[in-house]
Structure formats: structure tokens, C-alpha cells
């Protein structure tokens, strides 16, 4: 089971409370994740990557276990605490504003 | 007794204004959507409980949301909660805000590009939706306008969204640029009398029309002049603000340009200035008397540099005779310290015997008249800043 976190306005979409488990088949990767979310919860395809591309959109970042995955392959396997649920997968709105 | 409905986007929320047809004391409903930026809602004038809204992010991107109740409830068209997220075929289902631009059969590349501010050419990158007009028959019929420039058709209450190509495939698509705000397209207009006639307009391109439901389109900016672009009478380029039209003359429109107030009595073919004594020809909104076609009403605006009403005073203009004489409205409005700015969008008229008249400001006032204008009072005072204003006439 991995926990995963949403900002604010898209718990609100999703329309949810809280963190979201997931159960993954396979390889646990960022973009398994962002499958198995996407195809719990519809309403969230287009708000973190981008319909078209696949990217994941600029001001959204991917954080676990204190290190910026964003950047990573989106195939690259989790680290072992988020596997076991232990720690959560974030993802992250920029903060904006002054 | 019949009432009105008042939709009202900000740049945090949404929300609905009602009240019956006196029209003095209102009901808020709000924030819809709290925290997003609500460019637009429209409702069907075929079903009145059918609303669209566009609920837009820098964050999180495009979302398109429905109410079939009047704005009570609403959801994501193409993809509820709970259901199915693909059809009994196995395809996927509409995914209600998936805007893809359409790209050569021929090529697989895109269809053309734009031109950049710096004059290069530039791929088109969808961004948000400006404008919903919902079909004047078909609830489940909506057209969006979306920056960059384009018009979208949903043909399935905005389940799905399918580029209505042929504008952007214009041949004068490579030279059309982005504004301030964006390239956007912000004006959709369905001619009640003619099916296949649908008059758009973009910022900084211009003004289009198809009579043939969105196959062929053609500019419509023969006598525009904008000192501003290298050729003032450029066939394309101009930064048309807002266009309006009364649904019993619609071969009169007229135009709030990013300067000059423009009239056209041939459907666009020409123009001709109309400004008149206006005390600035600058502005966002334009709109049209419910029942006299003569009657229009601007909110003039100091520059394009200093976005905020002339000498502090917030006036609308009011003119009965199609353009060239108007009058100051005033009469409720603050006409000392008041700097706020009307947004294209944000002006609506209702249709019930005593015209009602409705703008949203940038300062959060949503203004209404229930005499066409002679007087007015606000509704409310502090919301976020209006970005839109849509008034139902509910029977």
C-alpha cells in the first residue's frame, strides 16, 4: 500500500479527505503512481501532467523520504520506505506568492 | 414571478447571484471553486438549471465543470466520481478537460503557427478557456474559446472536446499575436437567425466570422484602424476587446476595440467608428439593451497603460442612438477615488421588461441597474476580482 499526498485543490477535485492509498501491481515507479491515481480518480487527469505531453506540469513537484524526485526517471523504482507505506509520495504545488 | 440568476467568475471562486424580478434584494451563493481562477460561466438559454464554467490554474491546468441544477451541484462532465472511467467498448471515456489542438492529416505536424512578441513563429500551447457559449437549441452543445487562439465544440453536455479547426487553419493564423493578457480567444457569438453563422474574436488577431458552422472562416476587420500594429488597416492584428449583438438585428455588431467603439451593420463586412463623445475610446466590455437595439452601454477606461475608469469615477455610458452620443450613468456608482477596471467579460443584460443591467469589477463590486441603466446599487462589494459576469432570466 503507498500513501500518497495531494495539494489542497486537488483533494477538493478527487474529493477526498486526507492521504490517498494506492495498491500498485508491478513495479512501483512515480509514474505508476500518477496511473493508478489518475485511473482511481478521473477528475485528476490534466491537473498534474499534462493531457498531451505526459510532463509533469511545471509548478507540481514529486517529493518522498526528503528528496526531490521531480526530476528522476518517472520509471525508476521508490524507495523502499514509501514501498511499505512507511512514508508518503507528496505531491507538491509550488508556493507563490509575496 | 420570474427572477434572475447572476453567475459571477473571479480570479478565487465563483459565485451566484439571484433574486426575483425586482431585483432588489439578492442571494449570494459562493465561493464555488474556492481558490480557482473562474474565467467564465454561461448557462443554456435551451435548459436554464444547465450551467458551464471554466475553473482554470496556473497549478493544476484547464477544468471544466457542469451544473444541471442551476448551480447547486456540479460536476466534471467527462469524468464523475465513482463511475467507470472507460466505455463499454473498453475506450476510454471523455476526459472533459482535454483540449487538443488538431494537427495536419496530411503531416502529423501541427496545423501552423503563431507569431511570437518577438515577431518568430511560435508552436500553439493550450493554456486555458476564456469563454463558454452554449448552443442556443442543444444543452449538450457548448463551444469554448481558449488561449491560444482557438474555438472548441462539445457536442456531449462537455464530456468531450473536439478543435473546430478550420479558424486557426485561416491562412493568416501565422500572423496572429498574443496581447497583453495572452492570445486568447474571448468572444463567441451564435447568430440566433442563422444556424451555420458564428462570430468569434481574438486578441491580438481580430474579429472572424463562419457562415458554413466553422468549416471556412473569414476576418471581418475592414475599416478597424490601430495606430499600434505596422499597418493600421491590416486585414488581421487588431486587438478587438469585446463584440456584442442584439438577437433581433443580427447583422449589427458592435466592437470595443483596444481603442475605438466600432459599429458594423453588414455583419462584420465593415466598420465604422462610433466613439463619438465617449470621454476615452479605451475599454473592456460592450453590451446591448435587452429590447432596443439602439441602446448600448461601454465602461470607458483611462489607457491601455493606466487600466482604471478616467478621474476616478466609475461611469457606464450609456448611448440610445447605436454609437456617437452617450450619456454618463452615475447614479449609485462611486465618482470620487474609484480606480477599478471592467474586464471584457464581466458586463451581462437580462431580458426582463425593465432591461437589467450587470458588471463585475476588478475591485470585487458586481454593480446591477434594473432600469437600464438610470440608476444602481451594488450587490455585493467585496469579492475577488471579477473576471466575468452572466445573467439568466429565469421564467
Known amino acids: ?10 483533494r477538493t477535485l478527487a474529493r477526498v479527505e486526507g492521504e490517498v492509498e494506492l495498491n500498485i501491481s508491478g513495479q512501483a515507479t512515480p509514474r505508476a503512481i500518477l496511473d493508478a491515481l489518475e485511473l482511481r480518480y478521473p477528475m485528476l487527469r490534466g491537473t498534474i501532467r499534462d ?21 528522476g526517471l518517472q520509471d525508476a523504482p521508490l524507495p523502499d520506505a514509501v514501498l511499505s507505506g512507511a512514508e508518503p509520495f507528496i505531491i507538491l504545488g509550488a508556493i507563490a506568492g509575496g | 414571478m420570474s427572477g434572475v440568476r447572476v453567475l459571477v467568475g473571479t480570479r478565487k471562486g465563483a459565485f451566484i447571484l439571484t433574486s426575483d424580478g425586482k431585483r432588489e434584494k439578492w442571494e449570494v451563493s459562493g465561493p464555488h471553486f474556492a481558490g480557482w481562477e473562474m474565467y467564465h460561466l454561461k448557462g443554456s438559454s435551451a435548459d436554464p438549471n444547465r450551467i458551464y464554467a471554466s475553473q482554470t490554474s496556473g497549478w493544476f491546468g484547464q477544468i471544466i465543470q457542469r451544473s444541471d441544477d442551476g448551480g447547486k451541484t456540479w460536476i466534471q462532465p467527462g469524468t464523475p466520481p465513482g463511475e467507470p ?9 471523455g476526459e472533459s478537460n482535454k483540449f487538443v489542438y488538431d494537427i495536419s492529416a496530411e503531416t502529423g505536424k501541427p496545423l501552423t503557427t503563431h507569431q511570437w512578441y518577438d515577431g518568430t513563429q511560435h508552436s500553439w500551447e493550450f493554456k486555458r478557456v476564456w469563454h463558454l457559449e452554449p448552443s ?11 488561449e491560444d487562439a482557438a474555438i472548441f465544440r462539445s457536442t456531449d453536455g462537455g464530456k468531450s472536446w473536439h478543435e473546430v479547426s478550420g479558424l486557426r487553419g485561416h491562412d493568416t493564423g501565422s500572423r496572429w499575436q498574443p496581447g ?30 463562419t457562415d458554413d458552422a466553422g468549416k471556412t472562416w473569414k476576418p471581418i476587420n475592414r475599416g478597424l484602424h490601430s495606430q499600434y500594429i505596422p499597418d493600421p488597416n491590416a486585414e488581421v492584428g487588431h486587438c478587438v476587446h469585446h463584440v456584442a449583438m442584439h438577437r433581433a438585428r443580427p447583422k449589427t455588431l458592435f466592437m470595443q476595440k483596444h481603442w475605438d467603439v466600432m459599429r458594423s451593420d453588414d455583419a462584420g463586412d465593415s466598420w465604422h467608428e462610433v466613439s463619438g463623445n465617449l470621454p476615452t475610446d479605451f475599454g473592456f466590455v460592450i453590451d446591448v439593451h435587452a429590447h432596443e437595439p ?10 491601455d497603460g493606466e487600466h482604471f475608469v478616467p478621474d476616478g469615477k466609475l461611469r457606464v455610458y450609456r448611448s440610445r442612438t447605436g454609437g456617437n452620443e452617450w450619456e454618463a450613468l452615475t447614479k449609485g456608482l462611486p465618482q470620487h477615488d474609484c480606480y477599478v477596471n471592467v474586464l471584457r467579460d464581466a458586463m451581462a443584460v437580462d431580458s426582463l421588461d425593465s432591461c437589467g443591467i450587470y458588471f463585475g469589477t476588478t475591485g470585487g463590486q458586481v454593480y446591477a441597474s434594473a432600469n437600464a441603466g438610470d440608476t444602481w446599487a451594488p450587490i455585493v462589494r467585496d469579492l475577488p476580482a471579477v473576471l466575468s459576469v452572466e445573467v439568466q432570466t429565469l421564467p
Open chain 1, 51 to 71: 493531457h498531451a505531453t505526459q510532463e509533469r506540469r511545471p509548478f507540481l513537484r514529486f517529493f518522498a523520504c526528503q528528496e526531490d524526485l521531480s526530476h
Open chain 2, 85 to 93: 472511467t472507460t466505455g463499454p467498448g473498453g475506450m476510454p471515456k
Open chain 2, 180 to 209: 497583453a493578457g495572452g492570445m486568447c480567444l474571448h468572444t463567441i457569438i451564435l447568430d440566433p437567425s442563422d444556424p451555420g453563422r458564428i462570430f468569434i474574436a481574438i486578441s491580438a488577431a481580430g474579429a472572424f466570422r
Open chain 1, 1 to 10: 500500500m503507498i500513501r500518497v499526498v495531494l495539494p489542497p485543490h486537488l
Open chain 2, 136 to 146: 442556443l437549441t442543444d444543452p449538450d452543445t457548448v463551444y469554448a474559446g481558449v
Open chain 2, 294 to 303: 439602439e441602446t448600448i452601454y461601454v465602461v470607458p477606461i483611462k489607457s
